[in-house]
T-cell receptor
Framework: DAGITQSPRHKVTETGTPVTLRCHQT?????MYWYRQDPGHGLRLIHY???????DKGEVSDGYSVSRSKTEDFLLTLESATSSQTSVYFC??????????????FGPGTRLTVL | KQEVTQIPAALSVPEGENLVLNCSFT??????LQWFRQDPGKGLTSLLL?????REQTSGRLNASLDKSSGRSTLYIAASQPGDSATYLC?????????????FGTGTRLLVSP
């Protein structure tokens, strides 16, 4: 599992509330990613990071922000949650070198429900 | 914009059959292609990674091929088992070095019956 954990694993919240999801990795990988998975759409990239304080937008970034103040933590924030953000959120890392260079490994996911 | 399609969307086979899952992509300028397995309610498990310069990769009963020029990849599963039942996802990578932006297909849901 490449030492990736996500918290919380499940969350139910109300429309308009802020929500922060955390991704934690233990192996000092430089690159980290946030995806969301929805039926009929597959996984889509929200934001990614290529180092501490270095982040950029992915395909579906509207309504989301991210922060990375330490190598091991990548936070995804929904500033004001909407029902369309009900989804399963996955964090991933990619490996920079070695036998599995460029391979992405995923965390267990966070199921978010916005009522 | 890269688009990834997986056919069929669902597949049901009896145990022991050899089977092929298909993945096609619209832009051949990819850096790599990765196959994943996802069990219901779980995360993604990486099965095979094929770099753009490679033609195939093998791991146990799994063999993945890549034809960049035609925009196609196949995942071959030999002697299928009930434990192979899962959704299989194909993703193409664009980027360089350790950084990859993956574009996913919507998956093939496989059911292997005893």
């Amino acid at each position: 599992d490449a030492g990736i954990t996500q918290s919380p694993r499940h969350k139910v919240t109300e429309t308009g509330t802020p929500v922060t999801l955390r991704c934690h990795q233990t192996e000092n990988h430089r690159y980290m990613y946030w995806y969301r998975q929805d039926p009929g759409h597959g996984l889509r990239l929200i934001h990614y990071s290529y180092g501490v304080k270095d982040t950029d937008k992915g395909e579906v970034s509207d309504g989301y922000s991210v922060s990375r103040s330490k190598t091991e933590d990548f936070l995804l924030t929904l500033e004001s949650a909407t029902s369309s953000q009900t989804s399963v959120y996955f964090c991933a890392i990619s490996v920079s070198g070695g036998a599995v260079a460029n391979e992405q490994f995923f965390g267990p996911g966070t199921r978010l429900t916005v009522l | 914009k890269q688009e990834v399609t997986q056919i069929p969307a669902a597949l049901s086979v009896p145990e022991g059959e050899n089977l092929v899952l298909n993945c096609s992509f619209t832009d051949s300028a990819i850096y790599n292609l990765q196959w994943f397995r996802q069990d219901p309610g779980k995360g993604l498990t990486s099965l095979l990674l094929i770099q753009s310069s490679q033609r195939e990769q093998t791991s146990g009963r799994l063999n993945a091929s890549l034809d960049k020029s035609s925009g196609r990849s196949t995942l071959y599963i030999a002697a299928s088992q009930p434990g192979d039942s899962a959704t299989y996802l194909c993703a193409v990578g664009g980027g360089q070095g350790g950084f990859q932006k993956l574009v996913f297909g919507t998956g093939t849901r496989l059911l292997v019956s005893p």
